[in-house]
């Protein structure tokens, strides 16, 4: 069975902080995708980022990057220079994909908290 | 383009009562699924629905149920509330390309009293 875990329940750091969410997953598959999903307060999810398992190339976008280890299972979500705006629930997500159906397995998320 | 919507936001309903959430996916998007999430339990995957077919079904008991129309709109039903169906239902949409993704909408937020 896939499974996330997202061992960090919560964070808080103060404005212009790097700070690293951590996400590790389980699977049998040899196909399949992980996601990182926020979560503001509003409660709408907001993708951020999908990744299939045979693209272990590391991803920046402006303040956000993430690092995909096969190896040790891991793919880990960092922001530089964290924002008040950044605070948010963050969600590690995977799925395996057949016949294009793709149900998401989720992690329980890591609450980040970023003061000013 | 516009997001996925789900109507409504909130709803009150009592115990025993049946309940209806409607999901209006991005245009183009024909890939529908629902997903409960809850304090104690997350984010869990419910179903999804493809071209009016169910292609996916998750762990939940029968009273969960939902239909896709053919303009991609979906519904789930809630049959018979209990207490630990509160929860926010999101819905989420996703195009057929290769490297698409599921867009979710802003939930429905249920409280079963």
């Known amino acids: 069975a896939q499974k996330v875990t997202q061992a960090q329940t919560e964070i808080s750091v103060v404005e212009k902080e790097d700070v690293t969410l951590d996400c590790v997953y389980e699977t049998r598959d040899t196909t399949y995708y992980l996601f990182w999903y926020k979560q503001p307060p509003s409660g709408e999810l907001v993708f951020l980022i999908r990744r299939n398992s045979f693209d272990e190339q590391n991803e920046i976008s402006g303040r956000y990057s993430w690092n995909f280890q096969k190896s040790t299972s891991s793919f880990n979500f960092t922001i530089t220079a964290s924002q008040v705006v950044d605070s948010a629930v963050y969600f590690c997500?995977?799925?395996?994909?057949?016949?294009?159906?793709?149900?998401?397995?989720f992690g329980k998320g890591t609450k980040l908290t970023v003061n000013p | 383009k516009a997001g996925v919507t789900q109507t409504p936001r909130y709803l009150i309903k009592t115990r025993g009562q049946q309940v209806t959430l409607s999901c209006s996916p991005i245009?183009?998007?024909?890939?529908v699924s629902w997903y409960q999430q809850t304090p104690g339990q997350g984010l869990q995957f419910l179903f999804e629905?493809?071209?009016?077919?169910?292609?996916n079904k998750g762990n939940f008991p029968g009273r969960f149920s939902g239909r896709q129309f053919s303009n991609s709109r979906s519904e789930m039903n809630v049959s018979t509330l209990e207490l630990g169906d509160s929860a926010l239902y999101l819905c989420?949409?996703?195009?057929?390309?290769?490297?698409?993704?599921?867009?979710f909408g802003p939930g429905t937020r249920l409280t079963v009293l």
């Open positions: 245009s183009g998007h024909r890939s």
């Open positions: 997500a995977l799925s395996e994909a057949w016949g294009g159906s793709e149900k998401l397995v």
């Open positions: 989420a949409s996703k195009g057929q390309g290769g490297t698409d993704t599921q867009y």
């Open positions: 629905y493809f071209s009016e077919t169910q292609r």
